[in-house]
């Protein structure tokens, strides 16, 4: 019975003591589950935070766009020329030499007008285009004076439809570079309105421009292309009239300042040593400014 006893007792304790250890590893189980749940916690929401700061990157990308694109404006604006000036050069045709060459050698786009039929006019619209400038054809047209010259060419008052189309036509099978044309005196054949609407019709067909030279105040021709839809604009200011350096300078003032004032300035000087000059020396200290240049093509609309 004692040894039963004993037994009992060693085996209650025994159980005890298993009961204990169990309890122990059940309290080491738990405070190891405890501790992997809040490590798998923390790197779980350590992982969401790294994709919350990409997820937050790539929500930022649009407003780095955006930044990108208001410092672009801003350069825009910084770069946004003081003025466009258009230089279109009439009387191209009867020259090719040092000074015809020294227009081409400009460095900024120039419309060169070259007068069909002349020694010189196939031959200078090649130079032109290789030069990289622009080729319109500078039409003669009747004047109010009496004038001579180009009479196979002139476009007069009085001239059939069929007429006038057939000179048009010859005289862009002759330079079929050039993209527009103006016009060389005209000072009768531009307030026409029947001459200048068949003008009209034949550019419209042919895909060209129109820049009026306006060599008479009363002038139809921007009104003419306008009502048939061909691109056209009107010259503002002549450059050498009068032909000495400071007349041409001071024309050129007058030009820039009008280009400051509306956005663009037209202007028409002639294939002449004094111009080449002005323009030589102003054309670099106008860049400088801030000015910038284009061809006739960019002036009309
Ligand atoms: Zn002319």
Redesign the pocket.
């Known amino acids: 019975m004692g040894r039963s006893a004993f037994r009992k007792t060693s085996d209650v304790r025994y159980i005890n003591s298993i009961a204990m250890i169990d309890k122990i590893m059940y309290k080491r189980v738990t405070i190891f589950l405890s501790i992997t749940v809040i490590f798998l916690l923390i790197s779980n929401y350590s992982a969401l935070r790294k994709l919350d700061s990409i997820g937050q990157k790539r929500d930022l990308t649009p407003t780095i766009i955006v930044e990108e694109d208001s410092s672009s404006i801003d350069l825009q604006i910084l770069k946004e020329p003081l003025g466009t000036i258009v230089l279109i050069i009439?009387?191209f045709g009867y020259r090719n030499d040092l000074i015809s060459d020294g227009f081409l050698k400009l460095n900024i786009p120039i419309t060169c007008?070259i007068?069909p039929g002349h020694s010189q006019s196939k031959i200078f619209a090649e130079k032109a285009i290789n030069a990289g400038k622009e080729v319109i054809i500078?039409m003669p047209m009747e004047s109010s004076v009496v004038t001579s010259g180009e009479e196979e060419y002139k476009i007069k008052t009085g001239m059939t439809s069929e007429e006038v189309e057939w000179r048009i036509n010859e005289v862009l099978k002759e330079i079929p570079s050039a993209v527009g044309m103006n016009n060389?005196?005209g000072s009768k054949a531009t307030t026409d309105g029947k001459i200048m609407s068949v003008v009209a019709s034949v550019l419209k067909e042919r895909d060209k421009y129109f820049l009026d030279?306006r060599t008479a105040a009363n002038t139809v021709g921007e009104k003419s292309m306008r009502s048939i839809g061909v691109p056209t604009a009107s010259r503002h200011v002549f450059l050498d009239n009068n032909p000495s350096i400071d007349q041409i300078s001071a024309q050129l003032d007058e030009l820039v300042a009008f280009a400051k004032k509306r956005g663009i300035g037209i202007g028409i000087g002639?294939a002449r040593p004094n111009t080449l000059k002005v323009l030589e020396t102003k054309i670099p200290e106008l860049l400088k400014a801030g000015y910038k240049f284009e061809f006739g093509s960019y002036a009309v609309n």
Do not use: R
């Open positions: 009439d009387d007008a007068i500078h060389h005196q030279s002639h």
